[in-house]
């Protein structure tokens, strides 16, 4: 991906992004902006999917390396095993199947409980949550973090605000956030990707809510629909509230008429939260303050 560089000149004749990439360097900034890596040294450095599921394994990973706080070579496997990353379970019934979908892979928590162990206890998280929506502007928040020397960690809600001619993903995501440009672009790694503070902000201001689509429902349906209860046995009061055996029963009802209008979707209660999670040391000054931080207000 081709971007501007940043040239400015810090005292002593080394750039920034040079600085950034030295050991023990704090992160550079531009103006309002701020960066952890320049986007050669994200290229290199960030760390792609490591597993099925495993965004927040990966971001957990970074986060820990980033702030040089790993125990001995932090492995893959070590990081999956950390957060405790869920699977789906594709080849289950209906009900045990969305139930799989709407836990898969981890939350903020998970990401927390990992990181610190991982670290042997050396990196804290907190997170913020961003719904409902809060009075903060994203990126100059966002930065001042990252100018601190902490780690932002995205929590996305990754098919809200799709345009009308994308195809809707299929999941929320992790990602690591290694920079905020002056304009407000946010750089993310697990894949490299800048987007727009507005964009980021739709993200991360949405419900705990899952789209299933249309073939992922109706290819598990191994029971008759009227054999089958959605709406108990779950614990999460959700499930009854959004009505998704109501849902599955319309889309079949759908199919059995031969509707030329389908629902493409259903859509199921998430176990995720969308916001950031902030990561830091915890025997520094910086741990301590994020610790202490007061909650984002409520826009």
């Not at 081709?2 to 950034?20: F, R, T, Y």
């Not at 792609?48 to 990966?58: D, K």
């Not at 950390?82 to 019934?93: A, D, Q």
């Not at 599955?248 to 979707?265: D, F, I, N, Y």
Request: charged share 20%.
């Amino acid at each position: 991906m081709d971007a501007p560089q940043a040239s400015v000149q810090p005292a002593g004749g080394a750039s920034e992004p040079e600085l950034a990439g030295r050991e023990g360097a704090m992160p550079w900034s531009l103006q309002e902006g701020a960066m952890l890596w320049s986007l050669e040294e994200a290229l290199e450095r960030q760390t792609l999917q490591i597993g099925v599921s495993a965004c927040g394994a990966t971001a957990v990973l970074d986060v820990v390396r980033v702030l040089g706080a790993e125990e001995g070579v932090a492995k893959e496997e070590d990081a999956n095993c950390c957060v405790r990353t869920r699977l789906r379970r594709n080849e289950s019934p209906l009900p045990d199947y969305l139930l799989s979908r709407s836990e898969a892979g981890a939350t903020h928590a998970q990401l927390i409980r990992g990181a610190l162990e991982l670290s042997g206890g050396r990196v804290v998280g907190r997170f913020f949550h961003h719904h409902p929506r809060r009075s903060v502007r994203l990126g100059p928040w966002l930065a001042g973090w990252i100018r601190k020397g902490a780690v932002p960690v995205a929590t996305m809600n990754m098919q809200a605000a799709v345009p009308a001619d994308e195809e809707v993903p299929d999941a929320w995501h992790h990602q690591l956030i290694f920079g905020v440009a002056p304009g407000g672009a946010v750089f993310m790694a697990n894949p490299l990707d800048v987007v727009s503070e507005s964009e980021l902000h739709k993200r991360l201001c949405t419900e705990s809510v899952l789209l299933i689509r249309r073939e992922d429902v109706l290819q598990r349906l191994s029971l008759p629909c009227h054999q089958f209860n959605l709406s108990e046995g779950f614990e999460d009061p959700r499930w009854k509230t959004m009505d998704v055996e109501g849902q599955v029963r319309q889309m079949v009802l759908e199919e059995e008429q031969g509707s030329r209008s389908k629902a493409t979707h259903i859509a199921i209660p998430a176990a995720y939260s969308s916001g950031v999670t902030i990561f830091a040391l915890q025997s520094s000054s910086l741990g301590s303050e994020l610790l202490a931080a007061p909650e984002l207000q409520l826009f």
